[in-house]
């Protein structure tokens, strides 16, 4: 099968970059859909705004398949010049020193003027090393957020969202009282309930600043706030506060149906809860444990980002070096931020979209924003950095479900998840040594 | 009667010796190209580690192999991993070979009945799972809804079971179209004169199809419990990352799920090797149990 890939990943390849005259950009992405044509509207937009150029889009699936055939193609140096990489990859890119090509080095090198400073730090922190130099290029990036029924809220005679967990759990309650059948649930749980739980306590997700210090990093999310908290939800499964819907955002289907009258998931999700929700609904902050702080940190960034791959010709690399900056333009930036709901990467285009008009008409569109750009970014709320880490995940994922099930008590799986997870680490630092 | 005593009884003299090799050179080529050569890749893979883009090689001995039987999970999935390609294979020949059964009496409609039956086959297992997945959503899907009706507390997002009972459904509704397809083929070789003389005797319909029926059926059940294990143990990826991803917990991550999921997407290159050289190794006992023991009992 992997055989079978790197075939043809080789023959569309060939087949794709033959016969023209300006010099071609391929540019392998993971947007299906409206967002996918909505890439080929850019890249034709930046291709036919000069000529020395033609930037390719290849939609290859989805992200995994996405990064798994640009390392097939790297392996038979057949590679694209820009790969889009969610950013659970981002550990394994950066460590890929001889594939990849630093963006911040690409831009000097090709003499293209980029300031680093116009661009979100809590964006572009996720994507830079130690010193602050970016990476890769975000491109779609977004953070969770919580989305509560405004009718069940009104209902309940409940006026404003809760922004604490303490507040989360009287709300529920107060709901549940008034007939409705769970308070609230989630998506990514691991995304969510932990990774970004830890950012916004500023309590450390991983030693070695989230794993941005060095490939010795250990996880150390069974510290005492994450295990009260986890513990408390999995008191909320029992009584109807918290109810489980599964991986990923399966859990959806349990806010459209009106079963639970919060959900928290990523901002992106917006235009999805707006299509399929009958009813009014609102986007708050992700809340936070009252009782351990008083102001939350940023939370943590999810999507993907752009990264360059070697082994291509100087000429061509020009060419990636300015379809870049044409990304980061802030009326390209912002035209892909209201049309995908993925966040803005760039403070100019941020101010675009509001002096536009258009966190007024589309209200709450604005909250992750203004979520995920509250303070500066610490240590803990940075990003992650962590090898394997899809896998790891995996085990968060199988160890919280022990939990919501009342198999496992909330200690006993966080220390197995950090055991089982820092083997991976381990695994991970040999093979990247 | 075995296969190999027909063959020899069967044997035709050819006078070229080059002839026959030449004949199976192509078939030959094609497995070794496509079958060997991705093994013994495999099997070399299993004793390295390496990063993702293939930029350093470490060789690990058996490192690979001892963190897998180190691992309780590993011994959690070829449990689950049995337990699944057995319920696969058993409901997906039972269910096949009732309505095959079913499908061989109609007299009136039997076309349309047949080509129906067969469509579920065009579907992809992914979206089969989807599929099965959105039927049994707890909270939308209308079979999970009537079974809470009865009060089946339906939620396979924390049940295990449920969970492997979701992903069996998804994974036999579609092999059902194949082994019915055989089935029905099988069944129409049945010579008709063996159940008219047994029907005289005053043999019951049940009966005619345990005595008759079903031991002239063995050689195409036994091929199809070979295909459908192979098929149970190696095609089901797909359904399974549609749908649970392997979970709750592990309840439902197969070996095969565990290959896939740690070198496609955790790109965990020398473990996801060792994995699958595990699993060859087991499906080849397994077939080697099949054909020695089962076979046995096969009438041709």
């Known amino acids: ?433 | 009667m075995n296969l190999w005593q027909g063959a020899v009884l069967m044997s035709v003299y050819f006078p070229h010796k080059k002839l026959p090799y030449l004949l199976v050179l192509p078939q030959l080529v094609i497995t070794l190209i496509f079958f060997l050569w991705p093994a013994e890749q495999a099997f070399e893979q299993a004793f390295y580690q390496e990063d993702a883009f293939g930029l350093s090689r470490e060789f690990v001995g058996f490192d690979n192999f001892v963190y897998l039987f180190n691992d309780p999970q590993y011994y959690k999935s070829i449990w689950v991993t049995l337990v699944f390609s057995f319920s696969v294979a058993f409901s997906g020949l039972a269910i096949a070979l009732w309505l095959a059964v079913m499908a061989d009496r109609v007299i009136r409609g039997k076309l349309t009945y047949q080509t129906l039956l067969v469509w579920p086959y065009a579907v992809a297992p992914a979206l089969a799972g989807v599929l099965w997945w959105l039927l049994f959503d707890p909270s939308m899907g209308p079979i999970a809804l009537w079974l809470q009706y009865f009060g089946v507390d339906w939620n396979h997002f924390l049940n295990g079971d449920q969970a492997m009972t979701l992903v069996v459904i998804s994974a036999t509704w579609k092999q059902i179209s194949y082994n019915f397809l055989f089935f029905l083929a099988g069944l129409q070789a049945v010579p008709r004169s063996l159940i008219e003389a047994a029907s005289i005797d005053g043999a019951s319909p049940f009966k005619r199809f345990w005595t008759i029926v079903f031991p002239l059926l063995s050689p195409t059940t036994f091929f199809l419990l070979v295909i459908n294990l192979v098929y149970a143990f190696f095609d089901t990826f797909g359904v399974i990352d549609a749908t649970t991803q392997g979970g709750p917990g592990v309840s439902t991550a197969t070996m095969v799920y565990k290959v896939f999921n740690d070198g496609f997407i955790g790109l965990d290159m020398g473990s996801s090797a060792a994995q699958s050289v595990v699993l060859m190794f087991l499906v080849g006992v397994m077939t080697v149990i099949q054909f020695r023991y089962i076979e046995r009992k096969v009438e041709y």
């Not at chain 1, 059948?181 to 932990?194: D, R």
Request: glycine share 10%.
């Open chain 1, 1 to 433: 099968m992997y055989k079978l890939k790197l075939a043809s990943a080789v023959i569309g390849f060939s087949i794709a970059s033959s016969g023209f005259a300006a010099t071609d950009i391929e540019w392998w992405h993971a947007m299906g859909g409206a967002n996918g044509e909505k890439v080929n509207e850019i890249a034709k937009a930046f291709n036919d705004s000069q000529d020395a150029y033609t930037v390719k889009p290849v939609y290859k699936g989805n992200y995994t398949e996405t990064m798994t055939s640009a390392i097939a193609a790297f392996r038979a140096k057949k590679q694209p010049h820009i790969v889009q990489v969610f950013e659970v990859g981002t550990a394994s890119m950066m460590s890929a020193k001889g594939a990849i090509y630093p963006v911040y080095e690409l831009m000097r090198e090709s003499g293209q003027s980029f300031d680093q400073r116009g661009f979100l730090s809590a964006v572009t922190g996720y994507y830079s090393d130690q010193e602050g130099n970016m990476l890769s290029m975000p491109f779609n990036s977004s953070t969770p957020v919580l989305y509560y029924n405004k009718d069940l809220f009104a209902k309940a005679g409940i006026k404003t969202p809760p922004t604490t967990w303490e507040e989360m759990e009287s709300v529920s309650q107060k709901l549940l009282d008034n007939g409705v059948k769970c308070g609230f649930t989630t998506a990514w749980q691991s995304w969510v309930q932990l990774e970004n739980f830890s950012a916004r306590q500023n309590i450390p997700f991983a030693s070695e600043a989230n794993g941005f210090g060095g490939l010795d990093t250990k996880l150390t999310f069974n510290g005492p706030l994450q295990v009260a908290h986890i513990e408390k939800m999995s008191e909320w499964q029992q009584n109807g506060i918290f109810s489980y819907g599964g991986r990923r955002s399966d859990s959806a289907p349990k806010f459209y149906s009106q079963e639970c009258a919060m959900f928290m998931n990523s901002s992106a999700g917006y235009a999805g809860i707006k299509k399929n929700a009958k009813f009014d609904f609102g986007v708050s902050q992700l809340p936070y444990q009252g009782s351990a702080i008083s102001e939350p940190k940023n939370t943590i960034i999810g999507g993907a980002s752009l990264w360059v791959l070697q082994g291509h010709k100087k000429e061509e690399y020009k060419g990636v070096a300015s379809f870049l900056s044409f990304l980061s333009r802030a009326e390209v930036q912002a035209d892909w931020h209201q049309f995908s709901g993925y966040l803005p990467i760039t403070r100019a285009a941020y101010d675009l979209t509001k002096g536009q008009g258009f966190y007024a008409q589309n209200v709450g569109t604005e909250t992750g924003v203004l979520q995920m750009t509250s303070g500066t970014p610490t240590a803990n709320s940075k990003g992650l950095r962590l090898g394997n880490f899809v896998q790891i995940r995996d085990i968060i994922n199988e160890e919280l479900e022990g939990v919501w099930a009342g198999q496992k008590s909330a200690q006993a799986a966080l220390d197995e998840a950090v055991k089982r997870g820092n083997v991976l680490l381990r695994k991970f630092e040999r093979a990247n040594k």
